[in-house]
């Protein structure tokens, strides 16, 4: 039998090259949509094409955030509203999982990651304290993430582990670009943590429940069930593998976080890539256009 990692994906000219397969799309944002700076404009106009001939769109975003706020970051990089249908992301996962825990008492949480994240967690029963006194941790991202990395966080994540303070990642990226630089996300801090025996709970890709969630609202914007599914994304450890757990299909756009690491994008650098990680993906685009 062949093995994942000995075939790569295709080279495709575009989305349009595959469409007429899938009839809905679950669509990656940071990378894909927009590069942390401004709007795609060929990734927008691929988003619109689909919708307009085949099926509804969800952003399945691993961003730490309320969907307005989402919304908001939209408007500032010139995303528009006709390109896609929903917006789902961590950030609200990971929102519901603290107001369980906040039901019955007010909840003492270190929050790790910048303020602007705050509104995932705001008008809830909890109150920002240290390690000292936290019960829990909430990872949203690092505190300056322009500067630091993971290793700036080990005397935290240390005297975290002593108190066995289980951490929520509201976002299991580990890197992401930001304009031509990457950045380190809450991931890479989280897996920092299990590092040294750390308990870490994760919200998004690749995780199943938000592509059972994801499903749930494309089926009921398209007013009928969602047979052929696409997701597509440029994370190779988030959205193709969580695509590939999940069982549908996956478009990998190699001009992404895995950029640099590529290079020049041909068949054989994509079997290297993906033999990394044992992924699937029916095809590759440098970049997502129509």
Same mark, same amino acid.
């Given at each position: 039998?062949?093995? &994942?990692?000995s075939?790569? =994906?295709?080279?495709? =000219?575009?989305?349009?090259? *595959?469409?007429?397969?899938?009839?809905?799309? /679950?669509?990656? $944002?940071?990378? $894909?949509l927009?590069?942390?700076?401004?709007?795609?404009?060929?990734?927008?106009? @691929?988003?619109?094409?689909?919708?307009? %001939?085949?099926?509804?769109?969800?952003l399945?975003?691993?961003?730490?955030?309320? $969907?307005?706020?989402?919304?908001?970051?939209?408007?500032?990089?010139?995303?528009?509203?006709?390109a896609?249908?929903?917006?789902?992301?961590?950030?609200?996962?990971?929102?519901e999982?603290?107001?369980?825990?906040?039901?019955?008492?007010?909840? %003492? #949480?270190?929050? *790790?990651?910048?303020?602007?994240?705050?509104?995932?967690?705001?008008?809830?029963? &909890?109150?920002?304290?240290?390690?000292?006194?936290?019960?829990?941790?909430?990872?949203?991202?690092?505190?300056?993430?322009?500067?630091?990395? =993971?290793?700036?966080?080990?005397a935290?994540?240390?005297?975290?582990?002593?108190?066995? *303070?289980? #951490?929520? +990642?509201?976002?299991p990226? /580990?890197? &992401?670009?930001?304009?031509?630089?990457?950045?380190? +996300?809450?991931?890479?801090?989280?897996? @920092?943590?299990e590092?040294?025996?750390?308990?870490?709970?994760?919200f998004?890709k690749?995780?199943?429940p938000?592509?059972?969630?994801?499903?749930?609202?494309? %089926?009921a914007?398209?007013?009928?069930?969602?047979?052929?599914?696409?997701?597509?994304?440029?994370?190779l450890?988030?959205?193709?593998?969580?695509?590939?757990?999940?069982?549908?299909?996956? !478009?990998? *756009?190699?001009d992404?976080?895995?950029?640099?690491?590529?290079?020049?994008?041909?068949?054989?650098?994509?079997?290297?890539l993906?033999a990394? $990680?044992?992924?699937?993906?029916?095809?590759?685009?440098?970049? !997502?256009?129509?």
């Amino acid at each position: 039998m062949e093995t &994942v990692a000995s075939v790569p =994906p295709a080279l495709l =000219p575009g989305l349009a090259a *595959i469409a007429a397969r899938y009839d809905a799309l /679950i669509c990656d $944002v940071w990378g $894909v949509l927009h590069n942390g700076h401004q709007a795609r404009g060929p990734a927008v106009e @691929a988003l619109r094409r689909f919708r307009a %001939a085949h099926g509804p769109v969800v952003l399945l975003t691993n961003a730490p955030r309320p $969907v307005e706020e989402v919304k908001a970051q939209f408007v500032h990089y010139g995303v528009p509203e006709d390109a896609y249908d929903a917006i789902m992301t961590s950030g609200v996962a990971a929102r519901e999982e603290l107001s369980r825990r906040a039901q019955d008492h007010r909840l %003492a #949480m270190l929050h *790790i990651g910048p303020e602007r994240d705050r509104g995932v967690f705001a008008g809830l029963a &909890v109150d920002c304290v240290s390690a000292e006194v936290a019960e829990i941790a909430l990872c949203t991202g690092l505190y300056d993430d322009d500067t630091e990395t =993971p290793e700036d966080y080990r005397a935290l994540l240390a005297a975290m582990k002593a108190r066995d *303070i289980p #951490m929520l +990642c509201a976002n299991p990226d /580990i890197m &992401v670009q930001k304009g031509e630089t990457l950045i380190y +996300c809450a991931g890479a801090i989280a897996r @920092a943590y299990e590092a040294i025996g750390g308990q870490a709970l994760y919200f998004g890709k690749p995780h199943r429940p938000i592509y059972e969630a994801a499903m749930t609202t494309l %089926a009921a914007i398209a007013g009928r069930p969602i047979r052929r599914p696409l997701a597509v994304g440029d994370g190779l450890v988030t959205d193709i593998a969580g695509a590939n757990a999940f069982g549908i299909d996956a !478009l990998f *756009i190699a001009d992404g976080v895995h950029g640099e690491e590529i290079g020049d994008l041909t068949a054989a650098s994509l079997a290297r890539l993906f033999a990394k $990680v044992g992924a699937r993906a029916v095809g590759a685009l440098p970049a !997502l256009t129509w």
